[in-house]
């Protein structure tokens, strides 16, 4: 399983729509409004690296409304569970 973190700038005055739209699409399991140098984060969760390029370039950069789109591919989840858990001395 791929996870990709889409981050998607947009038409200012179309974000809440831009937003919905992208939620819409099928393999996306989160949007965030967001505040810096952009407007959107979406989570993405595919099989396959096909299946990524598919869903960026043929879906989420035709919603009507998206300026550009810039993609990072996750190679490792980490949790703070995960993280506290990487740090345990192992005392009581």
Known sequence: MLTAIVLIETEPALIPEVAAAVADVERVSEVYSVTGD?????????????ELAAVIADEISKVPGVRETRTYIAFRAYSRHDLEEAFELGLD
């Open 38 to 50: 952009v407007d959107l984060i979406a989570m993405v969760r595919v099989r396959s690296h096909d």
